[in-house]
């Protein structure tokens, strides 16, 4: 499995810690959660702070399965809307 990448921080005057993953805010943090996110990025692997911070853990996301596995409870397991025969207009 590869080091994360692709995210950064920045620090506000009122104490807040904005951390972006390729460029969009992935997660904001004050006061406590802050502050300990910062000693992380100062003791150790900034990417890796930075990661464990938004919940990110190098897996992937998104819904896998098949059609009748895990993840078709969003769309195209045909439960929620049975088959329907339509009729040509004609004219």
Request: glycine fraction near 18%; hydrophobic fraction near 30%.
């Amino acid at each position: 499995m590869s080091a994360p990448e692709g995210f950064d921080y920045r620090t506000r005057t009122n104490g807040e810690v904005h951390i972006f993953h390729h460029g969009k805010l992935a997660k904001m943090l004050r006061e406590g959660p802050a502050e300990d996110f910062l000693a992380a990025v100062k003791d150790g692997d900034a990417q890796e702070a930075m990661a464990a911070a938004v919940g990110n853990d190098g897996q992937g996301g998104g819904v896998q399965g098949s059609a009748t596995g895990p993840g078709t409870h969003l769309h195209g397991n045909g439960t929620a809307h049975p088959h329907q025969e339509f009729r040509r207009k004609s004219g």
